[in-house]
């Protein structure tokens, strides 16, 4: 009899990985992990904003299991389990370099130039196919004067605004154009042959809204933006996708858990 695979991706920082770091949230990251192991017919798929050996890194500081595939990035870069390790998938790369139309991160970063407020983050955090940004506060003020810069350069970039409350910073990500998490995701589902009704994804911020609204099940975790929250049932109720989006009582790992058993990945 042949296995009807499951597919849990899901944002780390804020969502798998606890923004607190006590024993309590370590002791959820623990539990959600034993009923992941429990679940024979459960892949993971891990999507990040972190380059990938932050990712992995992270996942070692608070015990998650090693995945099938990490999304890198900000849905920039997707890398496979391999016997060595995880190796680039080419075929994402090749399309990232396509929806970039040639431009290089320097050539992006160039067309900004200096903005008030807004800071390059530390390069361990820029990658091949992404540009990110510091802004302070929320970064929805940026956004209009920094797409004004980009099309004056006729650059092909898509903009991702999300916040830190714990920072009360912004976080504004370039990306290929048309190219955020939800493009990832779609990739993922499309090489893993996991049916739609099979895949859930989970996250917090608003660079996971992409993802959230691409049709998949969804799990938004307790801790979640509350603007975000708002917007996603709104837009939720007139794409029709609102019995698809479960919004937990619980943060981080403990809502994870909390949304899987609720659409039945779990027991």
Request: charged residues 25%; hydrophobic residues 40%.
């Amino acid at each position: 009899m042949s296995i009807t695979w499951s597919l849990l991706a899901s944002d780390l920082d804020g969502t798998l990985i606890p923004l607190e770091r006590d024993p309590q949230r370590l002791r959820e990251v623990a539990e959600l992990v034993r009923a992941v192991a429990e679940s024979v017919n459960l892949r993971l798929a891990y999507v990040t904003g972190r380059h990938l050996s932050l990712a992995r890194e992270g996942i070692a500081e608070v015990g998650l299991p090693s995945p099938d595939w990490f999304v890198c990035d900000v849905g920039t870069s997707v890398f496979r389990k391999a016997d060595s390790g995880f190796e680039p998938d080419q075929g994402y790369r090749e399309a990232m370099r396509s929806a970039f139309g040639g431009l290089s991160g320097a050539e992006v970063r160039a067309a900004i130039g200096a903005v008030d407020g807004l800071a390059l983050q530390e390069e361990e955090k820029q990658g091949e196919f992404k540009v990110s940004y510091y802004t302070q506060g929320r970064p929805e003020p940026y956004v209009d004067s920094v797409q004004a810069r980009l099309d004056a350069a006729s650059a092909r970039v898509n903009l991702v605004a999300s916040h830190d409350p714990i920072t009360d910073r912004g976080l504004l990500d370039l990306l290929p154009s048309g190219v955020a998490k939800d493009y990832a995701v779609r990739y993922l589902h499309d090489q893993s042959g996991v049916d739609e009704q099979h895949l859930v994804y989970a996250g917090d911020s608003g660079n996971d809204r992409a993802a959230m609204l691409a049709g998949f099940r969804v799990i938004v975790v307790g801790n979640a933006d509350e603007e975000l929250k708002k917007d996603l049932g709104i837009e939720a109720v007139g794409q029709g996708i609102a019995e698809k989006i479960y919004f937990a009582e619980h943060p981080y790992a403990k809502g994870v858990l909390e949304g899987l058993r609720h659409f039945g990945f779990v027991a």
